[in-house]
């Protein structure tokens, strides 16, 4: 089956720097690469997602690059908030037509400071 | 669009007992998945239903995990017996219907809490 790694665990960056956050999958036929926000006591809130006849999305400050090759898959988030400190999840899944099963990260906590 | 919703959102309960979740999709999703989330960890796939049919398992889900979504609408995911190791978050998501359509989106979740 698919397996996620995702790089780092935790991640601390100044309000308005750049935060990256990686991952890595390990079937080739995976064609579907959602990233989700969860914070405390919540559930995983969809952010961005790419499909992999893409190579790159963007919405507003967040960024997603795909690398079909390399298997891996990275989320860029410019111009850091307060508000964007949570916990970040990669998954990956083999879109069928008719259902998506998410793999998921482990997982990145994000802290933004002042 | 109200959003998934779960209930309840938290339930303690001792081991051996049973405990029955409920999981209301997006008025007209029709397809439905459960989730579990450990502590420090990316949720793992538990099962999924197209309308009322039960399309896939995971191993994660033993004999003692039961669900059902009777009327294609909401879902109930029951644990019989339960254990410590059930302690978890279990996460319900839906997503429209459609061809081409898989963005999962997820409701709050119901913490279980296995004493």
């Known amino acids: 089956g698919e397996n996620v790694e995702q790089h780092p665990s935790t991640l601390s960056v100044q309000e308005g720097d750049s935060a990256v956050i990686k991952c890595t999958y390990s079937?080739?036929?995976?064609?579907?690469f959602p990233w989700y926000k969860q914070e405390l006591g919540k559930g995983p809130q969809l952010i961005i997602d790419i499909r992999s006849n893409v190579g790159e999305k963007k919405d507003q400050r967040i960024a997603v690059t795909l690398n079909k090759t390399a298997k891996h898959f990275s989320l860029h988030i410019t111009e850091t908030q307060p508000e964007d400190s949570a916990v970040y999840f990669c998954a990956a899944s083999l879109f069928t037509g008719t259902a998506s099963k998410l793999t998921f990260g482990t997982g990145t906590r994000l802290q933004v400071t002042l | 669009d109200t959003g998934v919703s779960q209930n309840p959102r938290h339930k303690i309960t001792k081991r051996g007992q049973n405990v029955t979740f409920r999981c209301d999709p997006i008025?007209?999703?029709?397809?439905l998945y459960w989730y579990r989330q450990t502590l420090g960890q990316g949720p793992e796939f538990l099962t999924y239903?197209?309308?009322?049919?039960?399309?896939?398992k995971s191993r994660l889900l033993s004999d003692r995990f039961s669900a059902e979504r009777p009327k294609g609408s909401f879902s109930t995911l029951e644990i019989q017996r339960t254990e410590q190791g059930d302690s978890a978050m279990y996460l319900c998501?839906?997503?429209?219907?459609?061809?081409?359509?898989?963005?999962?989106?997820f409701g709050p979740g119901t913490r279980l809490t296995v004493l």
């Open positions: 239903f197209q309308n009322e049919a039960q399309l896939e």
């Open positions: 998501a839906s997503t429209p219907r459609g061809w081409g359509t898989d963005t999962q989106y």
């Open positions: 008025s007209e999703h029709n397809r």
């Open positions: 079937d080739s036929a995976s064609n579907y």
